[in-house]
């Protein structure tokens, strides 16, 4: 245990020497590269997993799912980062669309039932959609892209 602490904290002071000297570099390469670069080095392996510092990556963009049941968006809310693939999946028994309320920004056009279609978002803003059969009915909701 004590000669575990010790190996921690010898990691850490060469950790945190190699951080003032490369502050810069390594802020702007990112924690990726740093672990990459830690890991590829052999001479360094006791250091790499001992301490975790600066700012994470900010994660991937997530692949979203909106479902289509009972005439409605599922979820009809939702905010995403931008970059995001939304899958418009149509688990419903008739054909909707996934459509912007500002027309040309995006239209899915015809889903079938049983079908989907994909929209990627990369501009930041808040979207209303809707379906084009039924937004009369209420089968509309709002994108919010980060
Ligand atoms: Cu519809």
């Given at each position: 245990m004590a000669g575990l602490t010790a190996q921690n904290l010898a990691g850490l002071t060469t950790e945190n020497r190699m951080r003032s000297a490369m502050k810069k570099t390594l802020m702007a390469l990112g924690f990726i590269t740093l672990m990459s670069a830690l890991s590829g080095s052999p001479g360094c392996k006791n250091d790499s997993g001992t301490t975790s510092y600066g700012t994470p990556p900010p994660p991937p963009p997530a692949s979203n799912t909106v479902t289509m049941p009972g005439l409605s968006f599922s979820p009809s809310t939702l905010t995403v980062t931008k970059g995001t693939t939304i899958t418009w999946k149509n688990t419903d028994a008739t054909a909707h669309t996934s459509t912007?309320?500002?027309?040309?920004?995006w239209d899915t056009g015809n889903i079938p039932a049983g079908s989907s279609a994909t929209t990627t978002f990369n501009t930041a803003g808040t979207f209303g959609f809707h379906c084009t059969y039924h937004s009369a009915m209420g089968m509309t909701g709002t994108i919010t892209v980060r």
């Open positions: 912007s309320d500002t027309p040309g920004i």
